[in-house]
């Protein structure tokens, strides 16, 4: 008699992860508590084994060549796992959303209306590099009912595969099923590809990384996604700007961290107002080491500026680089900011009320700022504890997504025969 | 010197829709209610044009030899005019969603945060036959402040085009402006299809349609999709069901109105219930002239059924028809729903919580029913005054959409300098 094992399959692997999200959308608060508490400890207690596989991406790394920024983010330490176990037991501290009553209304016929917060079934992770993601997502996954599958990079392969075995381990001594964390264990791309398309089993995909990736998913995926999306920020100085508060904004949202989403790429700034604080603006650059690209006006203005290519307006520099584009009113902000905008978070500086009115009424982003660094567009700055990314889609959710994002609506009918 | 004219192309429509979205998300929730006014008094006016244009469609429809019932969706008449002018009336009385404050906050450093419900942007509707739906959409996005591209069918192409231009005529006198709508005036499948990608200048498309439409939008859009969906909906009559109310219920389902969505397609029924009420449901089957598909056990059970094949258990019949599946308890119940459901409205009745709780939680659909026909469904039903359509999907909006579902949500942060 021979014995058909079924290959590992990445379908059969998000079916397991849906039938688990089935019994893990039951389970209370406190039971999905537990279970993130126990993972924690385990992965506390593991340590050693993770850094092994750890080395072993690390060795692989340096003889792919990566640069330092990407082996700083694909290595751990005993502080980090430590780090990141912790953060399990931060996410059981937050509230639960699902099984959240949103509203309940009751008919003229009797029928009682309720719009319950329910899990959004299975998420599909896509990342790379950082194996924190692998720990984070699950956590948030989990605590608000969700089953995950998860797709890491490659570099990270030995790392991620020893974190979900021991992750897995450790929920086996729980009520939430191990099969409710799905690892695809793949280099392929294929193995991407197919997650794109497995609208039955998996209800949303989140790519977390770079916006190669985040467009493969989002312009190949029939599955819903939610984009976490490049942060091409701009900071508007009107002129009716207090100069001070001009310049420390745009210092803070250049150089505080340059390299992530929520840094400023540009500085639009009115012709008057600098005319009138050019020397204010050109110590600051030359203070804080900021290369500056320009507008043609900009060129002429600011001896230091090299002219700006159509690049610099498009992308984000992620280093102390700036453009500087010079604009007549506020309009003329507005429509750069349209044009190379991505809908991320937008600031102005003004002391003119109706400007500013005018600003973030027009401008169209996650977030709009007056007189405030774009630096604030975070989930831990805004108080949410989590944060599964920075949404700069319009649909579902927009800006820093906390655990609510994970979740949707079910329309839940007493009755007691209604008919219609 | 010859002047150069540029063709009117689907994407320059779209670019139109976007600029005029601009201004008119900054207008007040009054001038848009006149402006609604102004469009349904117009077109009120003008029937005898609109009657003429939908002759032609009839004409063609009639040599291309449509059904009566596909005749009767195309069809318009005077009522039917005054009908959907009246409905702009009826949504300039609805509450306006777009700067609504959802929820204000100050961080401990003084920074304001107020998330503010802010239009989509440029909704693009793709939709088939039913004139109707060119006004009632372009009411429900001008209301919330959205502008629309709208892309009818070819067989509706005349009636659409003559109500188009009435109502950008009528705009023409607001402060809205006409070119807030678009119509895409071409039976070019090419011409739908390039709305599907037209990320940069529509922000949302709504397939409104048959399945065909829908899942051909759905696949292949990069544009994020409001899907509505097909409704397979089950009936589960439970052990513990009682009789009257589980028949009634049933009928209501199935004849009150076969060919919509929220319409029951498959009762599923309990072994020993059924053994126990077998006389009563085939009389309720033989009064209303149902006509009766089943499992094997089915088939056994009840002298007139025939065998089910796999379509009657994964499509609608749009017809007094119904598959019966009998099952042995309330786990094989929602198994079947979760091989064959589409998510939109799931029944069970039963006299027992305990299991109408394990029902509802389970069961992954828009809408749960304990004891209820799953004809409520609805957006005129649940008292939302005007319905987009009703989603399938998790993710924004789920189950019947009202005029919130046509916007987003804007952080909008006030501070006196704050930086990180």
Chains 1, 2 share one sequence.
Not at 6 to 15: D, G, I, L, M, R
Not at 94 to 117: C, F, I, K, Q
Not at 189 to 208: C, G, Q, S, Y
């Amino acid at each position: 008699m021979t014995k058909v094992v079924e290959p590992v399959s990445v379908k059969s692997q998000a079916k397991l992860a849906q039938k688990a999200s089935k019994s893990l959308g039951m389970l209370s608060t406190q039971v999905k508590n537990e279970a993130l508490h126990v993972v924690a400890d385990y992965l506390d207690q593991n340590v050693a084994t993770i850094l092994t596989a750890n080395e072993q991406d690390l060795q692989n790394g340096k003889k792919a060549g990566y640069d330092d920024a990407y082996m700083d983010r694909l290595a751990l330490s005993e502080a980090r796992v430590k780090e990141f176990a912790q953060g399990l037991r931060d996410v059981a501290k937050l509230d639960d959303p699902s099984g959240e009553t949103l509203d309940e209304w009751t008919l003229e016929n009797g029928l009682n209306v309720a719009t319950v917060r329910v899990p959004l079934g299975v998420i599909g992770m896509i990342y790379e590099a950082r194996p924190n993601v692998t720990v984070d997502a699950t956590g948030l996954a989990l605590k608000s009912g969700n089953a995950i599958v998860l797709k890491g990079g490659s570099s990270a392969i030995h790392s991620n595969r020893a974190i979900v075995k021991l992750m897995k381990e450790a929920l086996a001594n729980t009520e939430v099923s191990s099969d409710a964390v799905q690892f695809i264990d793949s280099t392929d791309r294929e193995a991407t590809e197919e997650l794109f398309t497995m609208k039955e089993h998996i209800d949303v995909l989140i790519p977390r990384g770079g916006g190669k990736l985040i467009s493969a998913v989002v312009n190949n995926a029939t599955v819903p996604v939610l984009e976490t999306g490049v942060g091409n920020c701009h900071i508007y100085v009107d002129k009716d700007a207090d100069a001070q508060k001009a310049i420390s904004i745009f210092v803070n949202a250049k150089t505080d961290r340059p390299a992530v989403c929520n840094a400023a790429e540009t500085l639009i700034v009115h012709s008057e107002w600098l005319s009138a604080n050019k020397e204010a603006l050109v110590s600051a650059f030359n203070e804080h080491g900021i290369g500056v690209y320009g507008c043609e006006k900009a060129v002429k203005e600011i001896e230091r500026a090299e002219p700006a290519t159509e690049d610099h307006w498009a992308s984000e520099f992620l280093s102390l680089d700036i453009a500087v584009k010079v604009v007549n009113d506020v309009s003329e902000a507005v429509e750069h900011i349209d044009n190379y905008g991505t809908k991320h978070s937008e600031a102005i500086v003004t002391e003119s009320k109706e400007t500013a009115a005018r600003f973030t009424g027009l401008v169209d982003a996650a977030a709009v700022y007056h007189n405030a660094s774009t630096r604030f567009t975070d989930g831990s700055a805004l108080g949410f504890g989590a944060e599964i990314g920075i949404s700069t889609q319009k649909l579902h959710a927009r800006g820093p997504m906390g655990l609510p994002a994970l979740t949707t609506v079910k329309y839940v009918m007493s009755g007691s025969g209604q008919i219609r």
